[in-house]
């Protein structure tokens, strides 16, 4: 071995350990809800340096050298064949000894790969038990906005709008529960309301809340219409009635907005009074 393949089995080596840390990252980064970017490093940088491994191999451990051998009319005789077969044999025997830890850690890098490949894999089955559509809203959970700061009455005048969250649900350790948590605030004009009489009282002094969270498809309910009290989703225009209990006025949702009960603490603070009235996001979600 010359050292040129001594530097390309190294270089293999370094890819292929840099593949296998980067196929453990990935599955640690989707067993612990790491962000998308940690994700894409991880099974970006396992790609890239099996990939890396290919072309070193390519370029530094195979035989580059043509070799010609002129035909000789004659027949070897027996015994000379046979030692040049045994030669042969034990020079394939000896490569094939030297790249053997080599092949090795390859096949353990593709064996990390596709490890964890079935992390994803197994998320593409049916949601957990309906997981998807269920959100952390429960009786006596104060309103706080994204930055966990407390949602005060005081500070939503009438016509106005904040996305509240369940307090202690924030933060970027629950950025994936926050997306099912959000719910549009609103405070109208408390005798516009006409809720059922089943929430007559959940509705202090007209502060009402919704999942932000489109019944059609799951987009964002992110638009007030403080005119005509309505809920808008800009994604195929669902509008939802802001005073009934977020029934559905025009749009393909075929489902009300779920209400979230509310109270009015004398400090002005707001707070669940139980958990969301249906739930949340489209019904293929549940
Ligand atoms: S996702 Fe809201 S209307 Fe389609």
């Not at 035989?63 to 035909?71: K, S």
């Not at 990390?112 to 998807?132: D, E, H």
């Not at 706080?144 to 016509?159: C, K, N, S």
């Not at 509240?164 to 926050?178: I, K, L, S, Y």
Request: net charge neutral.
């Amino acid at each position: 071995m010359n050292d040129r393949e001594r530097a390309g089995g190294r270089l293999a080596a370094a890819f292929l350990v840099l593949s296998i840390a980067g196929s453990v990252a990935f599955a640690a980064g989707f067993a612990l809800d790491a962000s998308t970017q940690i994700l894409g490093l991880g099974l970006g940088t396992a790609f890239l340096a099996l990939a890396g491994t290919l072309v070193v191999w390519s370029r530094m451990l195979m035989p580059h050298e043509q070799v010609a051998d002129p035909h000789h009319p004659l027949r070897s005789p027996q015994p000379l064949r046979d030692e040049a077969t045994a030669s042969l044999e034990e020079g394939a025997e000896q490569i094939v000894g030297r790249r053997r830890w080599l092949v090795r850690l390859g096949y353990a890098a593709l064996g990390f790969l596709g490890l964890a490949a079935l992390f994803p894999i197994r998320s593409l089955g049916p949601s957990p038990a309906g997981k998807v559509g269920r959100s952390n809203w429960r009786d006596g959970l104060r309103l706080v906005r994204e930055d966990g700061r407390l949602v005060r009455a005081g500070e939503i005048d009438t016509g106005s709008v904040v996305t509240a969250f369940p307090e202690g649900f924030t933060g970027r350790n629950n950025e994936n529960a926050m997306a099912n948590d959000a719910v549009m605030l609103v405070h109208v004009d408390a005798s516009a309301l006409q809720l059922p009489a089943a929430r007559a009282d959940w509705a202090p002094q007209g502060f009402i809340a919704y999942s932000k969270v489109c019944t059609h498809a799951g987009c964002p309910v992110a638009l007030y219409r403080q005119g005509p009290q309505q809920l808008f989703c800009p994604c195929h225009q669902s509008t939802f009635n802001v005073l009934d209990g977020g029934s559905v006025v025009f749009g393909p949702a075929a489902r009300a907005l779920p209400q979230l009960p509310l109270a009015l603490e004398a400090d002005g603070s707001l707070r669940a009074g139980g958990p969301l009235s249906d739930a949340v996001g489209p019904d293929t979600w549940g």
